[in-house]
């Protein structure tokens, strides 16, 4: 099949993508090609994106370390706010240490690379994210991906595999689903079965948990064997992400972690920056209570024939739609009407469940998400 084959062939089966030009800065009104659209479609679930605070420390930062780090951190793009947003982050989520990466995507490529390889095996929740998939392809590990959330049959993996290293990875919160891994339940079968456990806490981090400390302090376990990654880019605002766990453990991926290695620094300014957004979600119950209100009001308010809106507790609320084009047309009149809700597709989720993917932030108002309702419980 040519390139061209290619594309006419993702357009046909209407998977072919497109970018939207967006010219204003990331929050519930977004200007898109001369429009104000309402938007339910960033992960910014603490609408810390764009807060002046934010803004102004990335300025600072710029200030005082100019824009670019100009070598890996190995070499010498480690900078003083690199340093003290690593150490912020291993206190605030309650592990030893912590190491600052670029993006989550590498992050996960870096840290499954490093614990695992050929002769060890992973296992993996179906739904987890492209990022962890791609990691444990690149190990070379023996890879087990067991049916979403089933610790029994994820069990019957554990106990017939007999390789040295054993890895479970999971996302805490899945981010197509909304829904939650029971991460108390998942620690329990790794320790019996002395493997690894890594969390993917990409859409709880800041959000879920004591001060949004995250998915773990949400659940309330510790153990040496959790390799906890939180990312920087979604409810923090900013951009990156970090790995935290043992001392051992982070000084070897530091060591070994090549998407750490073989990369320029991330610029110090968003590590400074970040360290204002630490503050931000920190200090954002306000934030996290409004936009655990806005959740109800949304659920209490959807009321659907055909559509399905799956059952989850957080920001991320999916309504399932099933056939690509009709969640194209949905996502068309919902434009029309002025909002931009993301039409998720395959292979991002399984064939035959293209969804809306609504996200909540806590910029979003009560008579922003009302407006929303109103809208879908028509259009259906
Ligand atoms: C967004 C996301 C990532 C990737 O993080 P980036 O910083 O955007 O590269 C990794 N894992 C999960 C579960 C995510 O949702």
């Known amino acids: 099949m040519t390139i061209a084959d290619k594309l006419a062939a993702l357009r046909e089966q209407s998977l072919l993508r497109i970018r939207r030009q967006v010219d204003s800065p990331c929050g519930p009104e977004v200007r898109v090609a001369g429009r104000t659209l309402l938007a339910f479609a960033s992960n910014d679930y603490l609408g810390l994106a764009a807060d002046p605070l934010l803004v102004a420390a990335a300025r600072e930062g710029a200030a005082r370390y100019g824009v670019g780090a100009g070598a890996s951190h190995l070499v010498s793009?480690?900078?003083?706010?690199?340093?003290a947003l690593e150490e912020r982050l291993a206190a605030f989520v309650g592990l030893p240490r912590a190491l600052f990466f670029s993006t989550g995507y590498m992050a996960n490529l870096g840290v499954i690379t490093s614990l695992v390889g050929?002769?060890?095996?992973v296992f993996s929740d179906e739904l987890n994210h492209a990022s962890l998939i791609d990691g444990i392809r690149l190990s070379g590990a023996e890879k087990h991906i067991y049916p979403h959330l089933d610790l029994a049959a994820l069990e019957e993996k554990l106990k017939t595999c007999h390789r040295p290293g054993k890895l479970v990875v999971s996302d805490a919160v899945f981010g197509m689903d909304g829904d939650l891994a029971s991460l108390p339940a998942l620690l329990e079968l790794c320790e019996r079965h002395?493997?690894?456990?890594?969390?993917?806490?990409?859409h709880g981090f800041g959000v879920r948990g004591s001060a949004g400390r995250g998915s773990l302090s949400d659940s309330?376990?510790?153990s040496p064997r959790i390799v906890y990654i939180g990312t920087l880019g979604k409810a923090a605002g900013v951009a990156g992400a970090f790995v935290a766990g043992a001392d051992q453990v982070v000084e070897w991926l530091l060591q070994?972690?090549?998407?750490y290695v073989?990369?320029?620094g991330a610029p110090p300014l968003l590590a400074h920056a970040l360290l204002t957004s630490l503050d931000l979600i920190e200090q954002g119950g306000d934030r996290r209570s409004h936009l655990g209100r806005l959740i109800a009001e949304l659920r209490r308010g959807l009321n659907f024939r055909r559509w399905r809106l799956l059952d989850s507790q957080t920001?991320?609320?999916p309504i399932i739609i099933g056939s690509n084009s009709e969640a194209l047309e949905v996502g068309a009149a919902?434009?029309?009407a002025g909002f931009w809700v993301p039409v998720i597709r395959p292979p991002t989720v399984p064939a035959g469940t293209a969804r809306l993917r609504i996200s909540l932030s806590a910029a979003h108002t009560s008579e922003q998400v009302a407006r929303l309702v109103a809208c879908l419980n028509t259009l259906e």
Not at 194 to 202: C, G, K, N, R, S
């Open 77 to 83: 793009g480690h900078y003083a706010p690199h340093h």
């Open 118 to 121: 050929a002769g060890d095996a």
């Open 194 to 202: 002395d493997a690894w456990l890594m969390v993917d806490d990409a």
């Open 220 to 222: 309330g376990i510790v």
């Open 256 to 259: 070994s972690a090549r998407s």
């Open 262 to 264: 073989f990369t320029t």
């Open 315 to 317: 920001a991320i609320q």
């Open 334 to 336: 919902l434009q029309e």
